[in-house]
């Protein structure tokens, strides 16, 4: 069901499809995110490039470009985002590990954004 859903409400606003890659539902409303992580298959943590957040109860959305943003949101967990039976899942599900095995993933309320990620990364390998 949603399957259909989600490509008919971008289409309704308008949006390419070229412009999303990744869907965020929301459990408590009645919105939705249609994300656009051009380098989801080959960056191991990629960046938010756009996001269009859609209130489906009030039929209205927002987009939100990070293309020239120096402290974009960073994706994390890739393996959540992708079917079981998805040819990239066991290699998502290493990356996943590998960052659990280094710590850092320890405290995520750091880990959201580019520049915290990097300087996480940075603590963890370089000065150790």
């Known amino acids: 069901m949603l399957k259909g859903f989600i490509p008919a409400v971008a289409k309704a606003l308008s949006i390419n499809e070229d412009d999303w890659n990744l869907v965020k539902l929301f459990t408590k ?3 939705l995110s249609l994300l656009s992580y051009p380098d989801f298959h080959t960056d191991s943590y990629p960046a938010l490039k756009k996001s269009i957040n859609v209130d489906l109860s009030k039929l209205s959305h927002r987009i939100t470009e990070y293309s020239n943003s120096e402290n974009p949101p960073i ?3 890739k393996e ?3 079917l079981t039976d998805n040819p ?3 290699h998502f599900t290493q990356i996943a590990s590998e960052g659990e095995n280094a710590g850092l ?3 995520t309320r750091i880990i959201g954004f580019k520049q915290s990620w ?3 990364i940075n603590r963890h ?3 150790r």
């Open 125 to 127: 390998f370089i000065h």
């Open 29 to 31: 409303d009645f919105r």
């Open 80 to 82: 959540t985002m992708v």
């Open 118 to 120: 990097l300087n996480l």
């Open 105 to 107: 993933y320890e405290n």
């Open 88 to 90: 990239h899942y066991e």
């Open 75 to 77: 994706l994390h967990r």
